[in-house]
Nanobody, 117 residues
Framework: QVQLVESGGGLVQPGGSLRLSCAATSNIFRSNAMAWYRQVPGKQRELVAAISSNGYNTNYADSVKGRFTISRDNAKNTVYLQMNNLKPEDTAVYYC??????????WGQGTQVTVSS
Protein backbone atom coordinates (compact mmCIF):
# COMPACT_ATOMS: atom_id res chain seq x y z
CA GLN A 1 0.00 0.00 0.00
CA VAL A 2 1.41 3.34 -1.02
CA GLN A 3 1.66 5.85 1.78
CA LEU A 4 3.01 9.31 2.45
CA VAL A 5 4.49 9.64 5.92
CA GLU A 6 5.13 13.11 7.30
CA SER A 7 7.53 13.80 10.17
CA GLY A 8 9.62 16.53 11.76
CA GLY A 9 6.97 18.64 13.42
CA GLY A 10 7.08 19.85 16.98
CA LEU A 11 6.89 22.80 19.33
CA VAL A 12 9.13 25.73 18.49
CA GLN A 13 9.40 29.32 19.65
CA PRO A 14 8.65 32.20 17.29
CA GLY A 15 11.66 32.83 15.07
CA GLY A 16 12.73 29.21 15.27
CA SER A 17 13.15 26.62 12.54
CA LEU A 18 11.93 23.15 11.69
CA ARG A 19 12.54 20.76 8.82
CA LEU A 20 9.66 18.56 7.76
CA SER A 21 10.07 15.35 5.79
CA CYS A 22 7.57 13.44 3.68
CA ALA A 23 8.60 9.92 2.79
CA ALA A 24 6.74 7.94 0.15
CA THR A 25 6.68 4.19 0.52
CA SER A 26 7.15 3.74 -3.20
CA ASN A 27 8.56 5.67 -6.12
CA ILE A 28 5.12 6.30 -7.52
CA PHE A 29 5.42 10.01 -6.82
CA ARG A 30 8.71 10.59 -8.65
CA SER A 31 6.94 11.76 -11.77
CA ASN A 32 4.52 13.97 -9.81
CA ALA A 33 4.74 17.52 -8.69
CA MET A 34 4.43 17.46 -4.91
CA ALA A 35 3.33 19.97 -2.34
CA TRP A 36 3.06 20.68 1.34
CA TYR A 37 -0.34 21.65 2.66
CA ARG A 38 -1.43 22.76 6.10
CA GLN A 39 -4.68 22.84 8.00
CA VAL A 40 -5.89 24.60 11.09
CA PRO A 41 -9.01 23.25 12.86
CA GLY A 42 -12.11 24.85 11.40
CA LYS A 43 -10.35 26.06 8.27
CA GLN A 44 -9.77 24.63 4.82
CA ARG A 45 -6.52 22.95 3.99
CA GLU A 46 -4.23 25.35 2.14
CA LEU A 47 -1.28 24.83 -0.16
CA VAL A 48 1.96 26.08 1.38
CA ALA A 49 4.62 25.16 -1.17
CA ALA A 50 4.90 23.06 -4.32
CA ILE A 51 7.76 21.58 -6.30
CA SER A 52 7.94 20.12 -9.80
CA SER A 53 8.78 16.48 -10.40
CA ASN A 54 12.40 17.29 -11.26
CA GLY A 55 12.76 19.82 -8.45
CA TYR A 56 13.60 22.70 -10.74
CA ASN A 57 10.45 24.75 -10.20
CA THR A 58 8.90 25.79 -6.91
CA ASN A 59 6.16 28.09 -5.76
CA TYR A 60 5.00 29.30 -2.39
CA ALA A 61 2.02 30.83 -0.66
CA ASP A 62 2.58 34.53 -0.12
CA SER A 63 2.46 34.02 3.64
CA VAL A 64 5.58 31.83 3.63
CA LYS A 65 7.68 33.29 0.80
CA GLY A 66 11.21 34.00 1.91
CA ARG A 67 10.84 31.84 5.03
CA PHE A 68 10.06 28.33 3.75
CA THR A 69 11.96 26.23 1.21
CA ILE A 70 10.62 23.09 -0.43
CA SER A 71 12.98 20.50 -1.88
CA ARG A 72 12.94 16.85 -2.88
CA ASP A 73 15.26 13.88 -3.18
CA ASN A 74 13.76 11.49 -5.72
CA ALA A 75 16.38 8.86 -4.97
CA LYS A 76 15.00 8.72 -1.44
CA ASN A 77 11.34 9.28 -2.42
CA THR A 78 11.30 12.17 0.04
CA VAL A 79 10.08 15.76 -0.03
CA TYR A 80 11.27 18.31 2.52
CA LEU A 81 10.06 21.62 3.88
CA GLN A 82 12.60 23.82 5.60
CA MET A 83 10.76 26.36 7.72
CA ASN A 84 12.64 29.34 9.11
CA ASN A 85 11.56 32.38 11.11
CA LEU A 86 8.42 30.58 12.18
CA LYS A 87 5.44 32.61 13.34
CA PRO A 88 2.51 31.66 15.57
CA GLU A 89 0.25 31.78 12.50
CA ASP A 90 2.26 28.91 11.01
CA THR A 91 0.80 26.63 13.67
CA ALA A 92 -1.08 23.85 11.85
CA VAL A 93 -0.97 20.21 10.86
CA TYR A 94 1.25 19.87 7.80
CA TYR A 95 0.63 17.29 5.09
CA CYS A 96 2.24 16.39 1.82
CA UNK A 97 0.50 15.16 -1.30
CA UNK A 98 0.66 15.50 -5.06
CA UNK A 99 0.08 18.83 -6.73
CA UNK A 100 -1.79 20.66 -8.09
CA UNK A 101 -4.53 18.13 -7.37
CA UNK A 102 -3.92 16.21 -4.16
CA UNK A 103 -5.06 12.62 -4.23
CA UNK A 104 -7.66 11.86 -1.56
CA UNK A 105 -6.33 8.34 -1.05
CA UNK A 106 -2.85 9.56 -0.10
CA TRP A 107 -3.57 11.98 2.73
CA GLY A 108 -1.46 10.82 5.67
CA GLN A 109 -1.62 11.63 9.35
CA GLY A 110 0.30 14.83 8.95
CA THR A 111 2.75 16.33 11.39
CA GLN A 112 1.82 18.96 13.97
CA VAL A 113 3.75 22.22 14.00
CA THR A 114 3.15 24.50 16.98
CA VAL A 115 4.81 27.89 17.18
CA SER A 116 4.47 29.37 20.62
CA SER A 117 6.50 31.05 23.31
Amino acid sequence: QVQLVESGGGLVQPGGSLRLSCAATSNIFRSNAMAWYRQVPGKQRELVAAISSNGYNTNYADSVKGRFTISRDNAKNTVYLQMNNLKPEDTAVYYCNSAPSPSPRYWGQGTQVTVSS
